[in-house]
């Protein structure tokens, strides 16, 4: 069990920055692979990036490959998604979620994660 709470959406202008914070608490931080995720309005929820439990890898989709840095701090049971030269379409509700899974290639899918945060908005205007 654990819990996740995302925080620091806002609105944002096109070419800037952004940085997401998905806080966990309860089981061990480390036992768990984070991503994180985005669902726009009438759209499916998509991925966007994973860590995993030790921190050495990640992994992001192409759409914001380049663009999208995600790290963890064991010591703060912290993950960020640090979002740089941000566009219009990055628009969207942004989720971490939690996976146990122990196949790296299905931490890009939304049915590996077990645990949600509730969301946290991101707006970039043009």
């Known amino acids: 069990q654990v819990q996740l709470v995302e925080s620091g959406g806002g609105l944002v202008q096109a070419g800037g920055s952004l940085r997401l914070s998905c806080a966990a608490s309860?089981?061990?931080?480390?036992?768990?692979?984070i991503g994180w995720f985005r669902q726009a309005p009438g759209k499916e929820r998509e991925f966007v990036g994973v860590?995993?439990?030790?921190?050495?890898?990640?992994y992001y989709a192409d759409s914001v490959k380049g663009r999208f840095t995600i790290s963890r701090d064991k010591a703060k049971n912290t993950v960020y998604l640090q979002m740089n030269s941000v566009k219009p379409e990055d628009t969207a509700i942004y989720y971490c979620?939690?996976?146990?899974?122990?196949?790296?290639?299905?931490?890009?899918?939304?049915?590996?994660?077990?645990?949600w945060g509730q969301g946290t908005q991101v707006t970039a205007s043009s």
């Open positions: 860590i995993s439990r030790s921190g050495m890898m990640t």
């Open positions: 309860g089981r061990t931080f480390s036992s768990y692979a």
């Open positions: 979620a939690a996976s146990t899974s122990l196949l790296p290639n299905r931490l890009r899918e939304v049915a590996a994660f077990t645990y």
